[in-house]
């Protein structure tokens, strides 16, 4: 049986009506196992509401934030059950919890007013530049690209721009500029996601050299292990990537490396094992699966982490946990293409947790990012003004 005292405080929470005491009995009973069922009935009763007044919203939306709420709530209790010493954590879990049900509705209550003055996401798009000079804007019909010994789309339709079967056995460029990504299949199977404003040069080198690339920006790689028979004994062939400040030497493995211009060089790795080697300095760094190397004026510094937080990109989300306002806004002007001013430069510390699609348009995102009160934003001629609200 529903509770009414439940049904009462949730409703007054997404009108922003609850007081203090309010508030602190609203997130005790979100903490209790018991309210599972109706807060699940009041998520359904509110997207169900909402699902016919925005039709602009991809109707997955909606039953991804079911389900991804849901599942968080059945994680929360997990972990708290675990650590059942910790109950302050059960219900400030369950306070964000509903935060982001709450700001996602408020959000679409605002989004048809501010409609004609959103920013798209960004797209698939790309440009490749041969070594003899040829410059080919790869199609935005299409979002993979193999560079073999021919290039052609990954669904086979041929690059325009290349002659019909033509043979490239040259280094490459690839651009991805703000506001677009695109996925790169090499020709031994190695999978690259390369992110908004990232250029990625592929050096061409005989099967038995080691497979080089060079990043500038941001990329997530799955690379395929390849050998070749030396001396009668079987050796994997190294892949690297270099970036202005380090090199990273793979033997097969998924990882991801942010590599941005101004921006401290972040390296992530998801499963298997690389070396760091700092520029200027030959001491290789070995970095573990669930850890991310962090190099900065030529020193290199090492911390947990999950990964999802810094690959979910590729997937098409935004994912941020304890992070400062200033890296997660990099982000976002990358993806939407959009320059980021502060009024108030402390604002950029200002830490936020949560994730947010990629497919929305800019005020969506923004609008997240308000509704916790702490700013708030305005958009003018490509240009987005932070300010305390």
Not at 235 to 244: E, G, H, N, Q, R
Not at 322 to 338: C, F, M, S, T
Not at 352 to 371: C, I, K
Request: hydrophobic share 40%; glycine share 4%.
């Amino acid at each position: 049986m529903q509770n009414p005292r439940f049904e009462e405080l949730f409703n007054k929470y997404l009108n922003d009506a609850l007081t203090k005491d309010e508030m602190l009995e609203f997130q005790l009973l979100l903490a209790s196992d018991d309210q599972e069922r109706a807060l699940r009935s009041l998520i359904d009763n509110e997207i169900s509401a909402n699902v016919e007044e925005y039709p602009h919203v991809e109707l997955n939306w909606f039953a991804e934030l079911e389900t991804n709420v849901l599942a968080n709530i059945r994680s929360t209790r997990s972990k708290t059950r675990y650590l059942n010493w910790n109950w302050k954590k059960t219900v400030a879990a369950a306070a964000l919890l509903v935060v982001s049900i709450g700001a996602s509705l408020w959000m679409l209550s605002r989004l048809d007013n501010d409609e004609r003055n959103t920013i798209k996401p960004g797209t698939s798009i790309a440009s490749l530049r041969l070594a003899d000079g040829r410059e080919i804007a790869l199609s935005n019909k299409h979002e993979s690209i193999v560079l073999g010994d021919e290039l052609m789309y990954a669904d086979g339709a041929s690059v325009e721009g290349l002659e019909s079967h033509e043979s490239i056995h040259q280094d490459m460029v690839i651009t991805v500029p703000k506001g677009g990504t695109y996925h790169i299949i090499l020709a031994d199977g190695s999978k690259i996601w390369l992110n908004s404003d990232s250029r990625l040069t592929y050096k061409i080198r005989s099967k038995e050299q080691p497979r080089e690339l060079d990043l500038e920006g941001e990329a997530f790689f799955e690379v395929a292990t390849r050998y070749i028979i030396q001396n009668n004994k079987r050796i994997k062939v190294p892949f690297l990537v270099k970036t202005s400040t380090q090199t990273v030497q793979v033997l097969g493995t998924a990882f991801n490396i942010s590599a941005y211009s101004g921006e401290a060089t972040r390296t992530t790795l998801v499963e298997g094992k690389v070396a760091i080697n700092i520029k200027g300095n030959k001491k290789l760094h070995q970095l573990q699966p669930n850890q991310q190397a962090i190099v900065q004026n030529n020193s290199i510094t090492f911390i947990p982490v999950d990964p999802v937080n810094y690959v979910s990109w590729k997937d098409g989300t935004f994912t941020f946990s304890d992070e400062d306002l200033n890296h997660i806004l990099n982000q976002i002007g990358r993806w939407y293409n959009v320059q980021v001013k502060y009024e108030d430069e402390s604002l950029r510390k200002l830490k936020f947790e949560g994730v947010l699609p990629r497919n929305q348009n800019l005020t969506f995102v923004l609008d997240a990012l308000a509704s916790t009160g702490e700013v708030q934003f305005t958009v003018h001629s490509n240009t987005v003004y932070v300010k305390r609200k």
